[in-house]
């Protein structure tokens, strides 16, 4: 039998991307540390506190985003069985956008109440559904050149059992399903952007427990399929 080179372990990814993702929410306090001399100079210290609320605001929402994105790539990635190509390149293109996102919430908070306040919500959205689109765009061009797409699940996963075709449509519903809703929101920007804001903002709030949603939502995909 020929000697090939396999795949890296799953283990040198997460590591790689606990480190991404520290690098990223360490990023996200530096604005609001810079905040620091000009509120300490101010003769209305709480008034200065308060008037920076957009970069206070932004960094809440930049955090919750980035640590539910970790949540839920750790609670999905304890059930993947080694990688190949389409997986390594996945988890490296949701890297590219948890290292993007401290450019979303500074550009988010530096615009908000300004007449660029539009562009601001429109480059955080980008940030914020990016690595969505990007995961469809990946897979569809996969399958166009017939690619492996194909995941090994362990077998107390939901989609272990189902044949490869039925579990890529599966993951393409779920990966489609906030993709869709980001191209609305994103879009929102140019009619109302504090709508398109607000838009965002429940959705964020949403992913909060990912175990509760995966749990709510893989089975109804699932079952779209059966």
Known sequence: MAKEFKHISHKLIDTLSDGVFSIALTLLGL?????????????????????????????VLGFVVLFSWWYQYHVLGQYV??????????HGLTMAWVALMPFGVAILAENLRTPNMKWGV????????????????????VNLFRGDTSITWTDDFLLTGLSKRD?????????????????????LCF????????????????????VKSLNSLLPRFVKLIG
């Open 31 to 59: 604005d609001v540390v810079s905040l620091v001399h000009e509120i300490s100079e101010s003769e209305d210290f709480n008034g200065a506190m308060f008037e920076n609320w957009p970069t206070f605001l932004a960094y």
């Open 81 to 90: 069985v080694g990688t190949n190509a389409t997986i390594v390149w996945n």
């Open 122 to 141: 429109f480059y955080f959205g980008i940030c914020l559904f990016g690595q969505y689109w990007t995961s469809v765009l990946q897979r569809i061009v």
């Open 167 to 187: 579990q890529n449509r599966a993951l393409v519903i779920f990966l489609g399903v906030p993709a869709l809703l980001g191209f609305v929101f994103v879009s």
């Open 191 to 210: 009619f109302n952007p504090w709508v398109a804001l607000v838009g965002y903002t429940v959705y964020i709030f949403t992913t909060l427990n990912p």
